[in-house]
């Protein structure tokens, strides 16, 4: 069909946005269409406005914000703000990148539940609506679980059957599978691909990496850093013609359209040995579940090290055992040859830093200076060195122009690169990190991968939890993978990948320099 020939859904005319003033607006003078039945992907620098925009479209921005705007956004030829209140979220749903800042009840069923309430569902109905949604979600099992005790893919899932209940036209996923394990986002994306033909969909996508996505997109919007709509057009002609500008902006180009892949880690022969932080026999339980059963490891001094494993394989909770966040029903951890346990809380705090995977649970401060300059002010230092120490932290992560902004109010990327600024104000000897790229875009996901190489340089060992194969692949010296309570695997990520089976077992993926290989030999395979 051609453009002419379909039908516009959600059209954005000379639309711009801003927080304060339209002086200098984030959102600026955009124009758009979104078509019936199609999957645009949305992309652009961390900052750039993606996420303000999906809120400017279904009409919760400005007012939700007291912002401003100019310009009009029409929803099936209305204004949007012709609608009721209420009216445009049930018929744009969005799924949020963290998906914790959508719910509102305390179990699965209750969620779901309240959602369906809204829309006025007869109570009869309601529990064969919420049933054949967790099915279809392939979450049945969690109908009467806490929200807050599922992982983090998990969330997301619920997070996205709560929008669909709503049986919305406009379905925007903002980053909807950063946080799933790798089986789970292809699973995900084809989830997506069933219910958007059962459902006539029309779909607006926001991810960094779209790689996995790629066969479901029609069109490509991309947003520059100052707001404005750089591209609009078809996969193939911005993807491959616009390629270096997008490079330019911090784009990730999906791997399929670079000329090489992306090369592994070098294998560096060293005979260090000693360790860092080992844990012998640990286990731990929560509420009758065993997480974690009889886990030994040991991290080697300077090494970097990854966490994989399935989504609710247990790897935030190594990693919070480690930190001693929380305590272990058995087994011992030393760090530095002392046991865990007998190390003071603000010594171990100094020579250890720890970020989490949800960055707002580390905000204390209301401004982004002020969260990198606070543990430096508790350890003494005078006022001059925690100014050039922070200022340079802001300068690095590219926060400086959002410095005096609450942290609450960052970027998903933003507060990502926030919460690791923070645990830099000096060198620890252990770094850990849960999910440290989570949301980044190309240039910032390679500062931070060059930032944390910086720092092992100078001696620090770095142990991460990621779901992406490639940096497990390009910057790893051990990987650790976690599956059915244990260790699985433990060793270089090169023979990690030798191991089908086991990559099967644990819902992992090759990198997509060795994906790329086996697909290339089945092709030339079937040619002869
Ligand atoms: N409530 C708010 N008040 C003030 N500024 C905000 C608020 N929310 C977001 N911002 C700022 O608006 C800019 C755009 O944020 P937005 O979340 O829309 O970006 P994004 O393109 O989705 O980024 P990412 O890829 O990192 O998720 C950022 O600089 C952010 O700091
Ligand atoms: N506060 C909690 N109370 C009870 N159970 C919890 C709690 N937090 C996590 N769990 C459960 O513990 C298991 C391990 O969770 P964890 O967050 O460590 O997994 P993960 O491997 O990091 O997952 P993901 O990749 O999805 O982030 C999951 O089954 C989860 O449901």
Known sequence: MTKMQRNSLLSVHDYSFDFETLNDPLLNNLNFTLYEGETTLLIGPSGSGKSSLSLCLNGLYPDAVEGVASGEIRF????????????????????????????????????????????????????????????????????????HTLSGGQKQKIALASVLLLEP????????????????????????ERLQSAMDLTILLIEHQADDWLYLIDRVLVLSRQGELMEDGEVESILQTKQQQLIDHGIFIPKQYLDSPPNPKPTIHTNNTEPCFTMESISFSRKNKQILKNINLTLKKGEMTAIVGENGAGKSTLLQLMARLLQP????????????????????????????????????????????????????????????????????????????????????????????ATMLDETPDLLLFDEPTFGQDAQTTHELMEIMTEIQQQGTTIVFVTHDMDLVDQYCDTVYVLNEQSIQFHGRPAKLWEHDELLDQARLRKPFRLEMREKVGVAHDLSH
Not at 80 to 102: L, R, T
Not at 108 to 116: K, M
Not at 169 to 192: C, G, K, R, Y
């Open 76 to 147: 099936q030829d209305q204004p949007v703000h012709d609608f009721e209140k209420g009216q445009v979220n049930q018929q744009i749903g969005i799924v949020f990148q963290d998906p914790d800042s959508q719910f509102c009840m305390i179990t699965v069923e209750d969620e779901l539940a309240f959602t369906l309430e809204n829309i006025q569902t007869p109570r009869e109905e309601m529990e064969a609506r919420i049933d054949e949604m967790l099915n279809t979600i392939g979450m049945d099992d969690y109908k009467y679980e806490a929200i």
């Open 169 to 192: 036209d406009v379905l925007i996923l903002d980053e909807p599978t950063a946080n799933l394990d790798p089986m789970s986002q292809l699973e995900f994306i084809q989830l997506i």
């Open 329 to 420: 029903e058995a087994g011992t951890m030393t760090f530095l040859n002392k046991p865990l346990a007998k190390w003071k809380e603000q010594s171990l705090r100094q020579h250890m830093g720890f970020v989490f995977q949800n960055p707002e649970h580390q905000f204390i401060t209301d401004t982004t200076y002020d969260e990198i300059a606070f543990s430096m002010t508790l350890n003494g230092y005078d006022a001059e060195t925690i100014d050039t120490r922070t200022r340079e932290l802001l300068n690095h992560f590219h926060l400086i122009n959002e410095k005096s902004q609450n942290p609450f109010a960052l970027s998903g990327g933003q507060k990502r690169r926030l919460s690791v």
